[in-house]
Nanobody, 121 residues
Framework: QVQLVESGGGLVQAGGSLRLSCVAS????????MSWYRQAPGNQRELVASISRPGSTNYGDFVKGRFTISRDNYKNTVYLQMNSLKPEDTAVYYC???????????????WGQGTQVTVSS
């Protein structure tokens, strides 16, 4: 079994910063892409940022240089540094990893349970 556990969410004032972490554990052979998504009430889940195993990154247009995704392959951990937060960044943030488990070469997507980020004006 594979588990993803996010942490680092909370309440912050507009203009502030938060750092999210997501640790993957379990019967992991390899992790390919690692991503952060978010979902606000009434909205569809959207991609915030993704990072490949070699380190190539991709960001949602709304990020505009405010967020930075990074990963530690030895710790099976992906981070999201969020700066200059805005009230419209309020959402539940989820991590998603593409993981192959021992005994198979097939990659499957696994999701964390989500962490709430609330930005007050």
């Amino acid at each position: 079994q594979v588990q993803l556990v996010e942490s680092g969410g909370g309440l912050v004032q507009a203009g502030g910063s938060l750092r999210l972490s997501c640790v993957a554990s379990g019967n992991i052979l390899n992790i390919n892409d690692m991503s952060w998504y978010r979902q606000a009430p009434g909205n569809q889940r959207e991609l915030v940022a993704s990072i490949s195993r070699p380190g190539s990154t991709n960001y949602g247009d709304f990020v505009k240089g405010r967020f930075t995704i990074s990963r530690d392959n030895y710790k099976n951990t992906v981070y999201l540094q969020m700066n200059s937060l805005k009230p419209e960044d309020t959402a539940v943030y989820y991590c998603k990893n593409s993981i192959s488990t021992s005994g198979t070469s097939i990659y499957m997507d696994y999701w964390g349970q989500g962490t709430q980020v609330t930005v007050s004006s």
